[in-house]
């Protein structure tokens, strides 16, 4: 809240938002999963939403993805206010979604996954050319190391499947991609070219959400990084001009937090320690449980030997 | 097999990736075959192989096995459980079953009987009549399981009761009629029988069919500027299938020839099979039977597939009946009864459609069933009792389940599951 930079305004001058959020509030019960808010995607932009567990990411995905409609605020897509209550609804609008899970069916091949629910048809036929060859295309495009469109899902890699999921979401000519934890299961050289499909993204002009857990790759391909906390905005910076702890301070809420005394515990200098000691009595308890640890974990290994011999 | 001076450019577009192994030709078709099968996509290797055995060891043990005498019947005998199991390859394709397929198919059975004798309705409105309440009952089933989401082996099992009930109520107090043996149905599938010409001019026109099919399919893909498949070889498939089918027919034809039953199954299964492969239905049928969610997020009505489905397995199950009781001139309270319901699910898995769904095919219902009635046939030339029959057959099933199994797995080490 505290943290709302200007940096969004600058650009809307000049620019137009493809998609826009004002004020969005969404409850289960009684529980307020968001709180107004706010949230601006400009075309060939990526936007990352990070922010703890529970902070309301999957919520604002599935409202933009058609699963909830929100309680109150208002959608903006390409300038016009819209409602998204059913997926096929946030289809249609050009919002693309792909989900954790990326939802392939495992037994039916590339081309058929990609086109799966909008199958090009000639008369009652499937056209399968037209098929194979818009597969190809597209996964050049995105420069995909699919080395066939007419295998199995099941055989491709985690990256190579996470690459087919969002292929897919092209197909209907999308204009916004949202891409849920794209790289949570993936090796290092999948989550590089999953980073780099992302980029292509942008390249093509499209504006994409990315929600993500993993700081270094969102500060590898995002250009601007919305910072989401207890279901509220708190904080929304350029890549460019913000640190990894001052986004880990939005996210946890605080400069002192568990993660930068980790961090200062870890690099062992002695002045670091001293401030986090210094700042909060906190620090101070959290080592000496650690110490304890130690002090009983030397006895134990000691004691279970002990009756073998 | 590639000349080295060829770029990437002028390769097709979808053989450009360098780790493809490139098979051309006759001989990269056989390679390619051979590689399937290591990698346990065994298709219908298994039921072919066991079906040339079956034969071998029954024509050792009884010459008359493979006379042309039985053979025609054999063929007859398979075209009604047969078609049933046409719709238990469908429901089997989703991961369902319908295990009321024997009563649905007794019900319809006692209704021809029942339309054509006492109620004196023309044998197409009995035909109909059948045939619409077979796709009721199917529609019953489908709002049961999409509406509540009871699993169709509970749904259907209650059916298997309840129809079996219905069936008797229909037959009344004397619970078997005999159908009048001039009707078209009964002469239809008693008594009709290709002419030879006939026969011949189909099994020409099938194998024309066949290599047209693969011709222009290559053409569009070269078009398109996709790889195609080597002109030797759609060539030798169709040439091949030529001469299976004028052996077939012309050693048939020294008895009574190719039945019309057993012609109309084999177009249903074909029909079956292009609307499983070709069309947008067939592909959101394998889809719901490899992921529901992926097909529901993919935006495929899951509810109106199975429903379809449902439909359509209940409605085979009813045309299956008629068949058998017109093909018995009677409708009794056995009609549908007995081994019906096991033959036909047996059959499709035989054939090789997955228990676990989104896996098989529309002719696993034509080798399945060929499997069955071979040795049901084979077992009453040896004048073997029921009994053993029964465990015989049992025991196939058995061997194809874990041949299912086994390939299921051989497919995951493969990284193919």
């Known amino acids: 809240m505290t943290m709302e930079s200007a940096v969004a305004d600058t650009e809307g001058a000049t620019r137009e938002p493809v998609l826009s959020l004002k004020g969005v509030s969404k409850g289960f019960g009684a529980v307020r999963a968001l709180t107004d808010i706010n949230l601006d995607i400009y075309p060939g932009e990526v936007v990352a939403i990070v922010g703890d567990n529970g902070a309301g990411k999957s919520t604002l995905v599935k409202i933009l993805a058609g699963v909830h409609p929100q309680d109150s605020g208002t959608i903006m897509f390409d300038g016009q206010v819209v409602s998204i209550p059913t997926p096929t609804a946030s289809r249609a609008l050009g919002i693309a979604t792909v989900f954790q899970d990326l939802a392939l069916c495992d037994n039916l091949d590339v081309v058929s996954n990609l086109f799966l629910g909008r199958e090009i048809r000639n008369g009652l036929s499937l056209d399968e050319e037209e098929m194979e060859q818009r597969a190809w295309s597209l996964l050049r495009q995105l420069s995909a190391k699919i080395p066939s469109v007419r295998i199995a899902v099941a055989s491709l890699s985690g990256g190579q499947r996470q690459t087919v999921a969002i292929a897919r979401s092209l197909i209907g000519e999308p204009s916004v991609v949202i891409l849920d934890e794209p790289t949570a299961a993936l090796g290092v050289a999948q989550t590089a070219e999953v980073l780099n499909l992302v980029e292509r993204l942008r390249e093509r002009g499209l504006g994409v959400l990315l929600i993500s857990h993993n700081m270094a790759d969102v500060q590898a391909v995002a250009d601007r990084v919305v910072v989401l906390r207890l279901g509220r905005n708190n904080g929304d910076f350029h890549v460019a001009d913000v640190s990894y702890e001052e986004i880990i301070s939005a996210i946890t809420g605080a400069t002192d937090n568990v993660v930068t005394r980790r961090a200062s515990a870890h690099a062992g200098s002695a002045s670091a320690a001293a401030a986090a000691a210094d700042a909060s009595g906190t620090g101070t308890v959290e080592s000496g449980i650690t110490e304890d640890f130690r002090t009983h974990e030397t006895p134990a290994p000691g004691t279970e030997e002990n009756p073998q011999s | ?417």
């Open chain 2, 1 to 417: 097999m590639t000349s080295p001076s060829e770029t990437p450019a002028e390769r097709a577009a979808d053989l450009q990736d360098e780790r493809l192994v490139r098979t051309e030709g006759l001989r990269g078709a056989v390679l390619a075959f051979r590689q399937r099968v290591r990698g346990g996509d065994l298709g219908s290797l298994p039921v072919i192989i066991g079906l040339v055995v079956i034969c071998v060891i029954f024509q050792i043990l009884n010459p008359n096995f493979l006379s042309a005498n039985n053979l025609v019947n054999l063929t007859l005998q398979c075209a009604a459980v047969g078609t049933i199991s046409i719709g238990i390859v469908l429901v089997l394709l989703l991961g369902q079953i319908d295990l009321s397929v024997g009563s649905v198919s007794g019900l319809a059975a006692a209704i021809l009987g029942v339309g054509l004798t006492q109620l004196k309705w023309p044998v197409a409105l009995a035909v109909i009549v059948a045939l619409v309440v077979g796709a009721a009952i199917g529609y019953l089933y489908g709002l049961l399981f999409t509406r509540f989401g009871v699993p169709s082996f509970v749904i259907t099992l209650a059916g298997l009761l309840a129809f079996l009930g219905l069936q008797l109520k229909v037959l009344g107090p004397n619970g078997s009629i005999n159908l009048p043996y001039d009707s078209w149905i009964v002469q239809f599938a008693q008594a009709t029988f290709l002419p030879p010409w006939a026969a011949y001019a189909l099994a020409v026109i099938a194998a024309a069919a066949l290599f047209l099919s693969d011709y222009s399919r290559s053409r569009r893909r070269r078009k398109a500027g996709l790889s195609t498949g080597a002109l030797s070889v759609m060539l030798l498939k169709a040439v091949l299938l030529l001469i299976l089918l004028l052996l077939a027919v012309s050693y048939l034809a020294t008895d009574r020839g190719l039945g019309a039953m057993f012609l109309l199954f084999v177009v249903l299964v074909v029909v079956m099979n292009y609307f499983l492969t070709r069309t947008k239905w067939g592909r959101s049928v394998f889809a719901v039977g490899g992921s529901v969610e992926a097909a529901r997020r993919a935006g495929i009505r899951v509810n109106r597939v199975y429903i379809s489905v449902f439909i359509l397995t209940s409605t085979f199950a009813a045309l299956g009946g008629l068949l058998a009781s017109a093909r018995l001139t009677s409708a009794s309270l056995s009609s549908g009864g007995g081994d019906t319901n096991l033959n036909a699910i047996a059959a499709a898995v035989i054939g090789g459609t997955s228990l676990f769904g989104g896996r098989g095919s529309a002719w696993s219902a034509l080798l399945g069933i060929l499997v069955i009635q071979s040795i049901s046939s084979g077992l009453t030339l040896l004048n073997l009792d029921s009994s053993i029959r029964y465990m015989i057959t049992g025991a196939v099933l058995l061997l194809a389940v874990i041949i299912d199994s086994l390939s299921r797995r051989s497919r995951a080490s493969h990284g193919q599951a």
